[in-house]
């Protein structure tokens, strides 16, 4: 698995490229979280909420489903988890951590169209909240959220195995 450099936005770059370049440097800090590891360590739960790395990326993938393709009226992949309750933060339903991979990648490409389909002050409605967002609102709440998450998955990766940084080695 490699992670994509998604780097390269101008620092002069419009809103949306640079939040949307924020939030992919998130997620390719997710991914790279992932990588060098067996299928027993990153499913491997290091704290007491049973918090995993391969759990986290399925959550991410759930949520990024939610905010950007939901909320905005797309066409979210039938699940096999339950999104509102802690299934979807464990890797512990018989999936397999290529179909986690998988399954955030489309969640990822999903969210990406709805991106960039929209404009910043486009609004959708999460029926999860009730209250309109806008698309400007959800990437600065998603780069929060998925920052947070690369945050867990820090910790949770020095504990494994002492790797720390938001990049992989080499």
Known sequence: ???????????????KDTLHTSLDRMRDAVLG?????????LRRPLTPSGTSLLGLVKHLGSVEYGWFVSAFGGEVEPLWFDPYTDEDMRADQGET????????GR????????IDQRALDDLGRPDWRGEAVSLRWVLVHMIE??????????????LIDGAVGDRPAG
């Open 1 to 15: 698995m490699t992670t994509p450099d998604t780097t390269s936005t101008p620092y002069t770059a419009g809103e």
């Open 33 to 41: 979280k992932l990588e060098g590891l067996d299928d027993a360590e």
């Open 97 to 104: 951590t290529q179909q986690i991979i998988d399954f955030y």
């Open 107 to 114: 969640a990822r490409a999903a969210a990406d169209r709805t």
């Open 145 to 158: 959220e998925t920052a947070r998450h690369a945050g867990h998955m820090d910790i949770v990766r020095e």
